[in-house]
Each structure stands twice: as C-alpha cells, then as structure tokens.
C-alpha cells in the first residue's frame, strides 16, 4: 500500500455519486456505533450478563456492512470471502470496531454511573456528528448537483443554427419564384436579413462551442476534484474523537474494565483514514478519459466552415458581445478577488480548528469555508464563461472592435406595440419583452439588442417608426426623413405616441416600494426567496438582465425575477394608466361600454380588430374589462366576437 495519502479527486475522477455512498457508509456506521453505545447504557443497568446480547447483535450488524465499510458497494477488483476477509485485517477502522465488540463481550460488571456517562457524552455527541455531517453533505451534493447543471446548461447554450441555415435556403427559393420587380425586391430584402441572422446564429454557435469546451476543462480539472477531495478524512476523524472519549469514560469509571478498554483504545488510535482509503481506492478504480472538445458541424444542407462571419452585420453582434462581456468581467474581477480572500483565510481556520482540540466545534467554520468556496467557484465559472468568450471574439476581430459608446439597454415592458428601431418590427408585452436605451431612448426587441452598432447619441429623445438604427454597410441604412414630432390633432396616433418617458430614479435613501405579485425560491447564495402579497424596497432597479435587488422586511436582500414584483410610489401600490369609472347599474350588475377612439389592427388570436366609433362592451369578472391587463381592456364586439385591445383606443361611453 501507499504511504502517502491519496487524493479522491486525483485517483477516482467523476465519482462523486460512488464517494458519497461510501460517506452514507460511514454515516451508518457512525449510526450503529450510537445504538451500540445506547443499548450498552441500557443493558449496564441490567448487569454484565445483557452484554453478551449487545456484543452478538453488533457483530451481526458489523457482518452486514463490513464489505460496504472497506471496499463499497460496487467494487471493480473481484473478490471473494477470503480476500475480503485479509482486506478487513488491513482496515485499520474494521479493526477499531472489532476490538470495540470484544471489549463489550468480555465485559461483565458495570455501573450507572458509567451508563449516565455513556448516554450523556457518547450518544449524543454521535448524534450531534451524524447530524452535522448529513447536512453537510447535503450541501456538498446540492452544489455537486448545481455543478453539474451549470455544466449543462453551458453544453447546450448553442443557437439553432441549423434551422437559421434551413431558413435562409427558403428565401432563396422565394427569391428565385419572384415575378415581378416589386416582389422581387421584397424577396431580395428578406433574404439579405435572413442570411444576416443564420452568420449571426453561427457566431453565437462558435462562441457557445468555445464557452463549452472551457468550462468542460474546468469542471473535470478543478471543481470535480475538489468537491471530492471535500468528503475526504474529516467525518471518520470526528467519529474517531468521539470514540476515544468514551474510552477514556469507561476507563475512569471502571479500573477493573482497563485491560480491557486498552485493547480498545489502542485499535481505534491506530485508525488511519488515509490507508482505508487507500483500501477502497485500490477496489474502485475505473477507467476515465476527459471528453473531447466540441467542434462546429455545417449544416447538412448549408455548407460552411468554422471561421466567423465578419460581414459588417455579423460583426456587429460580435463588438457589442465583447464589450459586453469585458463589462462583465471587469465587474466580476474585484469580486472574485474578495471572495478568494475570504476562502484562503477560512482555510487557515479549517486547518486550525482541526488541529487543535481546544478550539472548539469546527463545523461552523467547516460550512463557512464550503459556502464561500461554492459561491467562489460559481464565479470562477462565470470569469471562464467570459475569458472563453472574450478569447474567441477577439482572436476574430483582432484590433476592429466597434464603436466606442454602446447603448446601455435595460428591459421594458410595452402596453402599446412600438416599433423596433432595428428590425422595424412591433414590440409589446407585459413581461418585458424588449429593450429600451437609458441614453437615449432607442427601443428594440430583446434579440435585436447586440444588432444595434455601438454609437449611442446620449440625447433621449422618441424614435419614430420610420428611423432605422444604421452603421456602415450595404444592408442597413438611416431613412433620411423623419416623421414630425408632433401630430396634427386630426391624425390617428401612432402606437409608439403613447408610449412613457423613463421615470428618473428616486434619490438615494429613498428606495421605491414594491409588491411581490408570486412566490420565488432562491435557487443561488445570490437570490432572495420571496412570497405573493409582501412588500420589498427596490434597491437596485432592472439593468437588462431581468433580475432586481430587493431587501424584504426582515433584511434580506438578494436578487428576484424584475417580472415577479409590480412596483409602487410610497406606500400605496399603484397601476400606471387611468381607468375611467363611468359604469351604468343595471340589475346590481356593473355594465360598461366603450367608444373606439381610432382604428386598430389585431396582431394575435386573442385580440379583437376594431374600427372607429364602434362601441364595445366591456367582458364582466375580475379579470375581465378594465381589469384585464396592463394597458389592456377585454371586451366583446358588436357581432359577439370577444378579445382583447388597447386602452389607450377607446374611452368610456353610454350606450346611444
């Protein structure tokens, strides 16, 4: 056998699963001591002759689990009871509970004083062991789990490449059918944009391949193994120190019981953690290689190769993706860095605590250093996401990196469809489906985002549906008229005329109130758990990626889905817009109808498309009518259609 002690995540890589059965081992054996203690307490009191029993049901128990104990439960050396029994010769650990049994065999006196002690100084602190490793190592597999999921995730983040391609084929084909020039050129404009978006998918698909292949190094190289090497020695040494206490107990309590309890004592201190891990270690090699690296496929029916599109487009994406990404990195930096302090000091007091005896309980200190390394190697894993990310754009774009003043978007909801001002297509929702530029004002849709050049005026002002976000290139260009800033009174407005300046943020020290509309569970050390109907202080508002700070009434803080609150100015929770409340009583029941104010086109099944001076009457419920949505009435038509349209399109009315 080795001297040295081995390492878990040097010798059996990817086995975590396997090592946290031997840990459950461990715990059971932990277990069956307790019992064994217990029951021993109890039979004391009735005299030496009981202990014959306690002595025969441990040994029954010990045949049970020894194998498990020593070599686990799915060893990949074949033995069979001969060489199983000179492998439990060589555990030190079977050893120690073997010269325990015996020396309860061969007991045959006691005293209640002595079984007092064993309850009070044996079996509870067991307990306490038992209990504070189960959670432990809970933990540990909660964060083993996370890993694993993160890993993924981050395999699977990859665009749908080949659909992109299969589209871009289609507009080819449309192209090709065109009859007439009008059409033509319609055809021509929607497969130049189709072609732009498949190289800006393949981009994404190079970059996730990359991001992917980077952190599969770093999770096989150094989280694995350090979650691993984290079961390792710390359980059986705290079961060891408990055992010597109670020798030490019975010792002092029965001078007759010592030549006895020196057998005892002498096996357990010769317990070595590393041999018997050595042990198993020697039962439980299996075979592993890394897996390879992933490598951009082409398209089955659009061939390509695995260079990046740097189109002036394409190109695009990339700039506004690195300057993203740096962005990122640069604010993860100093962070990292704090918590990589905080864990190199919680070593020193893990490895103080262990050594010395009088220091106290170590487990509070032990489940502090693991909680800070877990949050220490989540961003660890995001500072390689970026690196990787940065690494593969960069060797692309080499010294063309873009604009230098990128719009700084942050998401938005749109009661009232607004254009795109990149794609020119509507954006609305509820749930923040797009973007808008706190500079100056652009909006875009959430996937249009890292279309948008890097040249941000910093002069907000509204973007009309006919201004088209432009940079250099033959594919996007800026409309040189523009629509007037002010309607004529007889013209219909636009959708984007009823769309809210930005509300300035409230000063410092006042932060805004806001009411939890569902119930969240953190999932991360960086989240708060939440529940429908309580009010939080906003702390730091949405930056775009849909999540906000909060703190709750307790002091909690931590970040909640944007989409999960519904804010509110003081202490009164408020909707934006204003209903008018001129409803006719007829029977008890409220009726409502409206007027159409302008025409509106339905953009979905659940709307209802609706003509000037037509009334409608509003739907009933607590979630019909005005209550509905947001910038959103329910209602029927004349003809008894039911949908759903825009506030802002009709006002309240009689009945003529």
């Known amino acids: 056998m080795q001297s040295a002690t081995q390492s878990y995540g040097e010798h059996l890589p990817d086995q975590v699963d396997r090592i946290a059965s031997l840990f459950d081992a461990h715990l059971g054996l932990i277990a069956d001591v307790r019992e064994l203690y217990r029951d021993r307490a109890a039979l004391e009191r009735e005299y030496a002759a009981k202990l014959q029993v306690l002595a025969k049901k441990a040994t029954d128990k010990k045949a049970k689990i020894a194998a498990l104990v020593v070599i686990g439960d799915s060893p990949t050396k074949a033995f069979n009871e001969s060489i199983l029994r000179q492998r439990l010769k060589l555990s030190t650990l079977d050893n120690a509970y073997s010269q325990l049994i015996a020396c309860i065999s061969n007991a045959a006196q006691d005293h209640v004083n002595l079984a007092d002690s064993l309850v009070s100084r044996v079996t509870e602190p067991l307990r306490g062991i038992e209990r504070r490793n189960e959670e432990?190592?809970?933990?540990?597999?909660?964060?083993?789990?996370?890993?694993?999921?993160?890993?993924?995730?981050?395999?699977?983040?990859?665009?749908?490449?080949d659909d992109d391609c299969s589209e871009v084929e289609t507009h080819r084909q449309k192209q090709g059918h065109a009859q007439n020039d009008r059409h033509a050129d319609r055809a021509a404009k929607q497969y130049e944009q189709q072609r732009v978006d498949m190289l800006s998918s393949k981009n994404a698909y190079l970059v996730a391949t990359a991001v992917a292949n980077k952190a599969k190094v770093k999770f096989y190289t150094e989280?694995?193994?350090?979650?691993?090497?984290?079961?390792?020695?710390?359980?059986?040494l705290s079961f060891i120190a408990v055992l010597l206490q109670a020798q030490s107990i019975q010792m002092a309590h029965q001078e007759t019981l010592k030549g006895r309890l020196v057998s005892v004592d002498a096996a357990i201190r010769e317990v070595k953690p590393s041999k018997d891990q050595d042990l198993y270690i020697d039962f439980n090699v299996r075979p592993f290689t890394v897996p390879n690296d992933w490598t951009?496929?082409?398209?089955?029916?659009?061939?390509?190769?695995?260079e990046m599109s740097l189109e002036p487009a394409p190109k695009i994406y990339l700039q506004n993706k690195l300057s993203k990404s740096r962005t990122k990195l640069r604010e993860l930096e100093p962070v990292l860095e704090e918590k990589r302090s905080e864990v190199e000091k919680l070593a020193g007091l893990v490895s103080t605590e262990s050594t010395d005896a009088t220091a106290g309980d170590p487990t509070e200190v032990l489940n502090n250093f693991l909680e800070a390394k877990h949050q220490t190697v989540f961003y660890e894993t995001s500072e390689c996401v970026l690196n990787a990310e940065i690494e593969v754009i960069v060797a692309a774009l080499g010294d063309d990196e873009g604009g230098q003043n990128p719009h700084s978007f942050k998401s938005s909801s749109f009661s009232i469809p607004t254009t795109c001002g990149y794609c020119k297509a509507s954006i609305w929702g509820l749930s923040k489906q797009g973007r808008t530029c706190k500079a100056c004002g652009l909006s875009v849709h959430a996937k249009c985002e890292l279309k948008v050049p890097a040249e941000c005026s910093g002069i907000h002002r509204d973007h009309k549906a006919s201004e088209v976000v432009t940079r250099t290139s033959s594919t996007i260009s800026r409309s040189e008229s523009r629509t007037s800033a002010s309607s004529s009174v007889g013209e219909t407005p636009t959708?984007?005329?009823?769309?809210?300046?930005?509300t300035p943020r409230q000063v410092e020290g006042a932060d805004p109130l806001a009411r939890v509309i569902f119930d969240f569970s953190a999932s991360s050390p960086f989240e708060l758990s939440v529940s429908e109907g309580i009010s939080v202080h906003v702390l730091e508002e949405d930056d775009g990626s849909g999540w906000v700070k909060v703190a709750d009434e307790f002091g909690g803080k931590g970040l909640v889905p944007a989409s999960y609150i519904e804010t509110?100015?003081?202490?009164?929770?408020?909707?934006?817009?204003?209903f008018d409340t001129n409803f006719q009583q007829t029977s008890g029941k409220c009726v409502s109808t409206v007027r159409v104010l302008y025409d509106y086109q339905a953009q979905g099944p659940d709307e209802l498309t609706i003509q000037e001076s037509e009334l409608l009457e509003l739907s009933p419920g607590v979630n019909g009518g005005q209550n509905f949505a947001e910038g959103w009435w329910e209602g029927f038509s004349a003809d008894g259609r039911k949908g759903i349209f825009p506030s802002n399109y009709v006002r309240v009315g009689p009945l003529p």
Do not use: W
């Open 223 to 236: 989280d694995l193994p350090s979650l691993e090497d984290d079961l390792q020695t710390r359980l059986v």
């Open 296 to 306: 951009f496929e082409p398209c089955s029916n659009h061939y390509d190769t695995d």
């Open 568 to 578: 509110a100015e003081g202490n009164q929770l408020q909707r934006s817009g204003s």
């Open 495 to 502: 959708p984007s005329s009823f769309v809210q300046p930005d």
């Open 136 to 161: 432990t190592k809970k933990k540990q597999m909660q964060f083993y789990l996370k890993l694993v999921g993160d890993r993924d995730r981050i395999y699977t983040d990859c665009v749908k490449y």
